[in-house]
Nanobody
Framework: QVELVESGGGLVQAGGSLKLSCATS????????LAWFRQVPGKEREFVAA????????VYGDSVQGRFLISRDDAENTVYLQMNSLKPEDTAQYYC?????????????????????WGQGTQVTVSS
């Protein structure tokens, strides 16, 4: 059974930092592309960042480029999202997701439809 469990969310002031973690189990970890998405109630889910197997390629959404950093630890079966210079508009439920492919073109790495497994999410709230 595949399971993705996010942690690390919380309340932070604008300009602050948070680091999210997503522990995965039940899948052949090293062979899967991993990503973070976020969603605000009433809006579509938004791509945040993705990393391929081997961490040779990372992709970021335009709104987080230069502020967020995605990384993965194959030994710990965990993917991380370091979020810096947080803004109130970063407030959302953050989800990690796993794809069936190990690497893909950038356009596929950004697509929600490419990810088969999802976590339950962790809330990030940024106060102004």
């Amino acid at each position: 059974q595949v399971e993705l469990v996010e942690s690390g969310g919380g309340l932070v002031q604008a300009g602050g930092s948070l680091k999210l973690s997503c522990a995965t189990s039940g899948l052949s970890y090293s062979a899967h592309g991993l990503a973070w998405f976020r969603q605000v109630p009433g809006k579509e889910r938004e791509f945040v960042a993705a990393v391929n197997w081997g961490s040779t390629m990372t992709v970021y959404g335009d709104s987080v480029q230069g502020r967020f950093l995605i990384s993965r630890d194959d030994a710990e079966n965990t993917v991380y999202l370091q979020m810096n210079s947080l803004k109130p508009e970063d407030t959302a439920q953050y989800y990690c997701a796993a794809a069936l492919w190990s690497s893909a073109p950038m356009v596929r790495m950004k697509s929600e439809q490419e990810y088969l497994y999802w976590g339950q999410g962790t809330q990030v709230t940024v106060s102004s």
